[in-house]
């Protein structure tokens, strides 16, 4: 990431956290933008977006938008891995069928293809929210960090 200073250039570099800090390691950031009415849906789970984290997140999508009203919506993803993993497709499968017995919001997949983060509308909005987020000269503590992002 680039910034402009007048002495030596903002070089952003991985932070190790001393071993004996019981702050959370990892935190995964799901967002949603729903470009009709400008609502940005932020979630912010600990740990990583492997396992069922992404299920997780997806159920949360899909319950939101059935309190909206919302019947069916299709969802702009990048080709990560916990994007396409088997268990997000086979939970994507099972809760599009149970939505189709109950009622509820389906959720329609669209995957870009790789290495194209311009076709997918809420990019700018996430390095937005990075370049907002980041501090290059400290190790954020898990607490400011979702205040950040939040904000």
Not at 50 to 62: H, N
Request: with cysteine; net charge positive; hydrophobic share 40%.
């Amino acid at each position: 990431m680039s910034a402009w200073t007048e002495d030596t250039p903002l070089r952003l570099g991985e932070k190790e956290a001393p071993k004996a800090d019981a702050d959370r390691k990892a935190l995964a950031c799901d967002g949603l933008w729903l470009p009709q009415t400008d609502t940005r849906l932020l979630r912010v789970g600990t740990g990583r977006p492997v396992r069922q984290v992404p299920c997780d997140s997806l159920a949360w999508v899909a319950d939101r938008l059935t309190q909206d009203g919302t019947r069916a919506f299709v969802l702009i993803g990048a080709k990560a891995a916990w994007h396409l993993s088997t268990r997000v497709r086979k939970w994507l499968k099972a809760h599009n069928q149970r939505v189709k017995r109950e009622g509820g919001c389906r959720l329609i997949v669209w995957q870009l293809p790789s290495k194209r983060p311009w076709l997918n509308p809420i990019e700018p909005r996430w390095v937005h929210g990075q370049r907002a987020i980041m501090e290059p000269t400290r190790l954020l503590a898990a607490q400011e960090f979702i205040e950040r992002i939040c904000a």
